[in-house]
C-alpha cells in the first residue's frame, strides 16, 4: 500500500520569498501524484498532478512540483509567496495503472506568510 | 459548474440524535467518498463507493452509515451521534478511485455536545 509522508507540519516565509514544500511516498510502481490547496473554511482544491512523462509539472496560482522517483519525492514549489498563500497543503499518492486503491493523503503542511 | 455540494455547511447537534449530511456531484463521476478531517491526523477516509449500490469501509468506519442509491448522492449518516465525531468532514468525487484526483466539497463542520 502506498504511504505519504509531509515532514514539515509548518512552515513561515516572507512575502515574496520562494517556497518549497516537501512530499515523499512510497509506492512500489509508479505513483499518481497531487498536491491539494486547503483554504481557511475552505475545502481542498487541486494544485497540480503528476501522471507521467515531464517530471517537473505545472499548476495553478504559480505552483510547481518535480517529481523524482530517485528520491522518492514531489516537493511543491512557487518562485515568490503572495500573502494569499497562506493555507493548509496537502500531498497525496494514487496508485499508478490499476487506480482502484484511494488517494492516501499526508498530514499536511500549513503555510503561514508574514509581511 | 462542476462542483460537489454538501449541505449543510454547519451543525450543531445533541448526542444520540440522528443525523444526515447530503453529497451531491453533477460531474457523473463514479467514485465518492467521505472523509473526516481532526487537527494533526489529516485526512482519514470514512466510506467509499465504487458506483451505485457499491459501497465499503474505509479506515475509520465505526459509527457512520452511507447509501448510494443514485449517481450523483452520497449521503453520510450518523444514527447515534457522539461528541467523538465533532470534526469537519468532506465529500470528494472522482471518475476512478486513485486515478485522477478527487474534486472535494467544501466541508460540513459538525459539532456534538
Known amino acids: 500500500a502506498q504511504s505519504v509522508t509531509q515532514p514539515d507540519i509548518h512552515i513561515t516565509v516572507s512575502e515574496g520569498a520562494s517556497l518549497e514544500l516537501r512530499c515523499n511516498y512510497s509506492?512500489?510502481?509508479?505513483?499518481?501524484l497531487f498536491w491539494y490547496v486547503q483554504s481557511p473554511g475552505q475545502g481542498l482544491q487541486l494544485l497540480l498532478k503528476y501522471f507521467s512523462g515531464d517530471t517537473l509539472v505545472q499548476g495553478i496560482k504559480g505552483f510547481e512540483a518535480e517529481f523524482k522517483r530517485s528520491q522518492s519525492s514531489f516537493n511543491l514549489r512557487k518562485p515568490s509567496v503572495h500573502w494569499s498563500d497562506a493555507a493548509e497543503y496537502f500531498c497525496?499518492?494514487?496508485?499508478?495503472?490499476?487506480?482502484?486503491?484511494?488517494?492516501?493523503f499526508g498530514k499536511g503542511t500549513r503555510l503561514s506568510v508574514i509581511a | 459548474e462542476a462542483q460537489v455540494t454538501q449541505n449543510p455547511r454547519y451543525l450543531i447537534t445533541v448526542t444520540g440524535k440522528k443525523l444526515t449530511v447530503t453529497c451531491s456531484q453533477n460531474?457523473?463521476?463514479?467514485?465518492m467518498s467521505w472523509y473526516r478531517q481532526d487537527p494533526g491526523l489529516g485526512l482519514r477516509q470514512i466510506y467509499y463507493?465504487?458506483?451505485?449500490?457499491?459501497?465499503d469501509k474505509g479506515d475509520v468506519p465505526e459509527g457512520y452509515k452511507v447509501s448510494r442509491k443514485e449517481k450523483r448522492n452520497f449521503p453520510l449518516i450518523l444514527e447515534s451521534p457522539s461528541p467523538n465525531q465533532t470534526s469537519l468532514y468532506f465529500c470528494a468525487s472522482s471518475f476512478r478511485q486513485g486515478a485522477y484526483g478527487y474534486t472535494f466539497g467544501s466541508g460540513t463542520r459538525l459539532t456534538v455536545v
Open positions: 460531474m457523473n463521476h463514479e467514485y
Open positions: 497525496a499518492v494514487g496508485a499508478g495503472r490499476s487506480g482502484n486503491t484511494p488517494l492516501v
Open positions: 509506492y512500489g510502481a509508479t505513483p499518481y
Open positions: 463507493s465504487m458506483n451505485v449500490e457499491v459501497t
